[in-house]
């Protein structure tokens, strides 16, 4: 079993993915790279990572697409915006996802390492400490959000699996009602047409 911190990196640039993979291998960390958002999300059907950076302008879906379906898929996992098109726009509705933060470019191996450390263990705000750092809104911590979300997936599962013969039945047993009022209210039209004919 591999106890190493994965790493995702999507990035249609492959440099910045080598860039993430020369810093952080060294430290502990397997790192993993997509060159676009659909190659990243078909990736993540198959491994849980740790921590997920994207880049914000890509060509088809943009980082900000890519957040939102890996928050919708995996809400405890982080996910880290690289960018150097920061915007206003973007950062609210990056925060509103719930990402971890913003990274601009150019990056360093100091603010990669930082970026990461920060992403993966502090359970707070992450603060702007310098132009190129990261900003980031309040967040519970990854463990207790992956325990309580895989508690709550399992809970939604057993009542889907429960109700699932009650929604049969009612369907069961509403078509032939709607059908016999249907039915009656077609014969109850026509036998008043015919009344009034004759």
């Keep these: 079993m591999n106890t190493k911190p994965q790493v995702l990196v999507i990035d249609d640039d492959a440099v910045i993915g080598r860039s993430f993979d020369r810093v952080l291998s060294d430290k502990g960390y397997e790192v993993s790279t997509a060159l676009s958002g659909e190659e990243a999300l078909k990736d993540m059907e198959n491994t849980d990572y740790d921590v997920v950076f994207t880049d914000i ?4 879906m943009n980082g900000i697409e890519v957040a939102e379906r890996i928050k919708a898929r995996c809400p405890w996992t982080p996910v880290v915006v690289i960018t150097g098109y920061g915007t206003t726009e973007n950062e609210a509705r990056a925060s509103v996802l719930g990402v971890s933060g913003f990274v601009r470019k150019p990056l360093t191996p ?4 930082s970026v990461t450390l920060k992403a993966l263990e502090k359970p707070v705000v992450l603060e702007e400490e ?8 309040a967040k519970v911590p990854v463990s207790e959000l992956k325990g309580w979300s895989k508690v709550l997936r399992v809970i939604k599962n057993i009542l889907m699996f429960l109700a699932a013969p009650f929604i049969a039945l009612s369907y069961v047993i509403a078509l032939p009602i709607v059908g016999f009022y249907t039915f009656a209210t077609l014969a109850i039209e026509a036998w008043k047409k015919k009344r009034a004919i004759s």
Excluded at 57 to 60: A, E, I, S, V
């Design 130 to 137: 310098a132009a190129n750092e990261v900003t980031a809104p």
């Design 57 to 60: 302008k890509m060509p088809g």
């Design 110 to 113: 100091e603010m990669i390492e």
